[in-house]
């Protein structure tokens, strides 16, 4: 029975423990993306802009009208940085669309690295203080950007954001190990939709409140201002949230009785039962292969919308700061919203029978690739029709938001014990996608024109629907073997050998007599 001022504190909760996580999660997510994002709207701001006029090599004839340029015969000024350049004393580089884009990929350098430790620590230790830390090193890290770039430029900023991908590595592995011991099977959708659409507060937020930050002031102020949110978020979660339902110390009896009942990683795979990781499986899983290559497929739409939107609004659409701010935060409204449509639509389908959670996953998950990839094409034909483009990347954002129903929660399909090491795999190998994509648009779009960014979109929907197949094909919806040997046995025709299992007391005991006689 609960103690007296445990039975208190789980009163004070007027929704159950699980929904404390799972928002508390969505906040973890969403500082985590505000952190990453923040450097994409501030670097416009950051790098000095040339405007090239009728007869430069650089001209683009076909280029958008730029309200925020006054020009005369002799000197062209952008108004959008006037304010900054009067009432601050404002550092700006000169830094090539190369440049700009090795800087935005330098995060994911660092975030691949430890997606595979984090994944094992977490399921080894628990995922509160692995997530936990490793947040808090990126909010140190980000309130410390201005001072390292304006003591090192570009070379140190590089360096400083690799080092915040290593901290924010193990974020999606270790909330997927603690979602995996939280979250019923019939709720799992509608969590997922909860957890990650965190990701979406983030880009709204680093969007549209960078935007405000930089017009009226410094773009310094963007990175002490979420870097401070994330050190707040750390001390909210030390208190409230824990591992698993079975250390939370004024859980109810009721809820706990309940989740340790219907939970699959609680019922199968106590931590301390849990056997290591079966690599040898694992890497020859074509399902787990299909869900890596639909990700890496996924993550690329998603950084060239996320990382290089604000680039496109500026650069081509010719809003200012402010407005780039709030047209690249509304995409991200669109997906939020659209996020939780699709989880209860998904449940309510899945529990009325009217598909299997497999054919959910595949549905789902070719909604938010096709739809987004075709949606960024229409944009980038709208021209310099503002208003119809912005419309193209708000309805493909919208459409994207079927991806945390689909391909985004079936690693807690196939691997609900493994979960933390899977979606380590998966994230990590994916978030390759981070590091090429926004270098690989700084390539193709030397001089940011339209024609040159219609082709980084052609790359974009070629990839989406290329891997969207190979997930078709191949991707399962239920519990893959070598998750469980011991409940669902070795397959026909395994011939690699027994998987690594913990043993059992008795049959330590048993192995050690043999051992003494022999």
């Known amino acids: 029975m609960l103690t007296g001022w445990r039975l208190a504190l789980s009163k004070l909760f007027l929704i159950p423990q699980r929904y404390v996580l799972a928002i508390m999660a969505l906040f973890a997510i969403a500082n985590a993306y505000t952190m990453r994002v923040c450097l994409n709207l501030a670097i416009t701001q950051m790098v000095k802009r040339t405007v090239a006029v009728e007869g430069d090599a650089h001209y683009d004839p076909d280029a958008c009208p730029d309200s925020n340029v006054?020009?005369?015969?002799?000197?062209?000024?952008?108004?959008?940085?006037?304010?900054?350049?009067?009432?601050?004393?404002?550092?700006?580089?000169?830094?090539?669309?190369?440049?700009?884009?090795?800087?935005?990929?330098?995060?994911?350098?660092?975030?691949?690295?430890?997606?595979?430790?984090?994944?094992i620590l977490a399921e080894r230790y628990g995922g509160k203080w692995v997530l936990g830390l490793g947040?808090?090193?990126?909010?140190?890290?980000?309130?410390?950007?201005?001072?390292?770039?304006?003591?090192?430029?570009?070379?140190?900023?590089?360096?400083?954001?690799?080092?915040?991908?290593?901290?924010?590595?193990?974020?999606?592995?270790?909330?997927?190990?603690?979602?995996?011991?939280?979250?019923?099977?019939?709720?799992?959708?509608?969590?997922?939709?909860?957890?990650?659409?965190g990701a979406q507060i983030g880009n709204i937020a680093g969007s549209y409140i960078s935007g405000l930050i930089m017009h009226e002031g410094s773009w310094e102020n963007v990175f002490y201002m979420f870097g401070g949110l994330g050190i707040v978020w750390f001390i909210l979660w030390i208190l409230l949230c824990f591992s698993t339902p079975n250390l939370h110390p004024y859980i109810s009896d009721s809820e706990k009785e309940f989740l340790n009942k219907n939970v699959d990683s609680l019922?199968?795979?106590?931590?301390?039962?849990?056997?290591?990781?079966?690599?040898?499986?694992?890497?020859?899983?074509?399902?787990?292969?299909?869900?890596?290559?639909?990700?890496?497929?996924?993550?690329?739409?998603?950084?060239?919308?996320?990382?290089?939107?604000?680039?496109?609004?500026?650069?081509?659409?010719?809003?200012?700061?402010?407005?780039?701010?709030?047209?690249?935060?509304?995409?991200?409204?669109?997906?939020?919203?659209?996020?939780?449509?699709?989880?209860?639509?998904?449940?309510?389908?899945?529990?009325?029978?009217?598909?299997?959670?497999?054919?959910a996953r595949k549905i789902y998950t070719t909604i938010a690739a096709t739809g987004p990839g075709i949606c960024i094409i229409l944009a980038s034909y709208s021209g310099c029709d503002t208003t119809l483009a912005v419309f193209w990347f708000i309805f493909a954002m919208t459409l994207m938001g079927a991806y945390y129903s689909g391909m985004k929660i079936n690693a807690l399909d196939i691997t609900p014990n493994y979960a933390g090491t899977t979606t380590a795999l998966v994230n990590g190998i994916a978030a390759i996608s981070g590091i090429i994509s926004p270098y690989l648009i700084g390539l193709l779009t030397p001089d940011s024109t339209l024609k040159q960014w219609r082709i980084a979109f052609w790359v974009c929907l070629v990839i989406l629907v290329a891997t969207n197949i190979i997930y078709i094909i191949f991707a399962k919806g239920e519990q893959l073997w070598w998750d469980d040997v011991k409940k669902h046995g070795y397959p026909a025709g395994w011939k690699h050998g027994p998987l690594p299992t913990k043993l059992k007391d008795s049959e330590k005991e048993k192995t050690s007599d043999n051992s003494d006689k022999q």
């Open 267 to 359: 019922i199968h795979s106590k931590k301390q039962n849990l056997d290591p990781v079966p690599w040898k499986a694992l890497i020859r899983s074509v399902p787990l292969w299909s869900l890596i290559i639909a990700a890496i497929g996924h993550d690329w739409g998603y950084f060239t919308m996320v990382t290089d939107l604000p680039k496109y609004m500026t650069d081509v659409l010719k809003f200012n700061v402010k407005s780039a701010g709030l047209l690249s935060a509304m995409p991200y409204v669109a997906m939020w919203i659209a996020s939780f449509f699709f989880g209860l639509v998904c449940d309510f389908c899945v529990k009325k029978g009217y598909h299997n959670i497999k054919n």
């Open 70 to 119: 006054v020009s005369n015969s002799s000197v062209t000024v952008l108004q959008s940085y006037s304010y900054n350049r009067q009432n601050y004393d404002v550092v700006q580089f000169e830094w090539s669309e190369a440049t700009q884009g090795l800087l935005l990929s330098a995060f994911y350098y660092g975030y691949v690295i430890t997606h595979i430790p984090g994944g």
């Open 135 to 197: 947040l808090l090193s990126t909010a140190l890290c980000t309130i410390a950007t201005p001072a390292v770039v304006k003591m090192g430029g570009a070379t140190a900023l590089f360096i400083l954001r690799a080092i915040e991908g290593l901290g924010e590595g193990p974020t999606m592995p270790a909330l997927m190990t603690m979602v995996s011991r939280w979250s019923p099977k019939e709720e799992r959708a509608r969590m997922g939709a909860i957890v990650f659409g």
